[in-house]
């Protein structure tokens, strides 16, 4: 089943906040991203140039998620959604807007920075709100105060975020992503500097996934290479799905062996090498309270499996 535009919205994690001043920018730019591993978009509505560019990327690009930013308006709303939007986020809690936006059955993420504004969000029916300017407000900590009494509201924190505070937000589990403008930044769409966004968008996913080796098997032909295994690298056995600490193991899954690379959030993982065609074997998968820990990807290197494990 495909994942709805929230769901999408949580597995991807970085939403880029993009202001374009030219719709001819919008093709290179969410190619950019998609090649950084970045699948979704947020254009603003500050420039003409917005309604454009979201029809180009939503008819050239299926595998991108456009979404409209800084809607102010019901007619706005319109346009952004006659143009190919998925989904559209306000800086603040306008009504109309939210109204509009659920009698056409498109996600609406409205800009909320207190208890009160949480309160009539809710009141509206929503449970999914942008929590902004997140750092001016206060930051994390003051996110998670004034949501700790809203326990069904989930939060994509948006301004002053950058790759020094991103991994913070995403490990609050209240928080589905979190908007951010330092890979998109105006000098580099000017200077038409695609090759850096998709340098920067890369960098960022890096940093939300962590990905580090923690595990490797080899195999040993017979008995004997497996012995001298066993002295040269001190095997000893690991019954933990997520093979937490850095150990060496012979008669590992794969034909050579086994590497084992873990990584903060194991379904983002699994979305973002599903994003360049590499699937898991669902029989591999293992878990714990009702999530999955560990699963292997459906792609060998060099004769070894390659198992995903959740820090």
């Known amino acids: 089943m495909m994942p709805s535009v929230v769901e ?19 093709l290179p730019l969410a190619r950019a991203l998609l090649e950084g591993g970045i699948s979704t978009m947020e254009i603003t509505f ?17 595998q991108m998620l456009p979404g409209a930013g800084t809607v102010l308006s019901v007619e706005q709303a319109r346009r952004a959604v006659d143009a190919g939007a998925r989904y559209i986020v306000s800086p603040g809690l306008n009504a109309g807007v939210v109204e509009y936006c659920r009698t056409q059955n498109i996600p609406v993420i409205p800009g909320v920075a207190t208890p009160s504004e949480i309160s009539s969000a809710i009141e509206m ?35 002053g975020i950058d790759e020094s505070n991103l991994l913070g937000y995403l490990r609050f589990p209240r928080v589905v992503a979190c908007g951010g403008s330092w890979m998109v930044k105006a000098d580099l769409l000017a200077g038409k500097r695609f090759d850096e966004v998709t340098r920067l968008a890369a960098r960022a996913v890096r940093t939300m996934l962590g990905f580090q080796l923690v595990h490797l098997g080899i195999n040993g032909a ?52 599903a994003s360049r065609g590499i699937g898991v074997r669902e029989e591999t998968k ?26």
């Not at 001043?21 to 919008?26: G, H, I, K, L, S």
């Not at 040269?232 to 193991?249: D, H, I, M, W, Y």
């Open 222 to 273: 017979d008995a004997g290479d497996e012995a001298l295994l066993s002295h040269l690298l001190a095997v000893r056995e690991e019954k933990s799905p997520a093979l937490a600490g850095t150990l060496f193991q012979g008669r590992a899954s794969g034909r050579n062996g086994q590497l084992a690379v873990a990584a903060n959030f194991l379904e983002r993982a699994v979305a973002f090498f």
């Open 8 to 26: 999408q919205l949580g597995l991807g994690g970085i939403v880029p906040v993009v202001v374009l001043q030219d719709e001819n920018d919008a």
């Open 286 to 311: 293992t878990g714990r309270t009702g999530k999955t820990v560990s699963v292997d990807l459906d792609r060998e290197i060099g004769g070894f499996a390659v198992r995903l494990v959740q820090l």
């Open 125 to 159: 029916g929503l449970d999914l709100v942008k929590f902004f300017p997140a750092e001016a407000c206060g930051g994390l900590e003051y996110l998670k105060a004034i949501s700790a009494p809203f326990g069904g509201m989930r939060f994509i924190p948006t301004g």
């Open 46 to 62: 500050r420039t003409k140039a917005a309604p454009g560019s979201i029809a180009r990327i939503a008819k050239e690009f299926r």
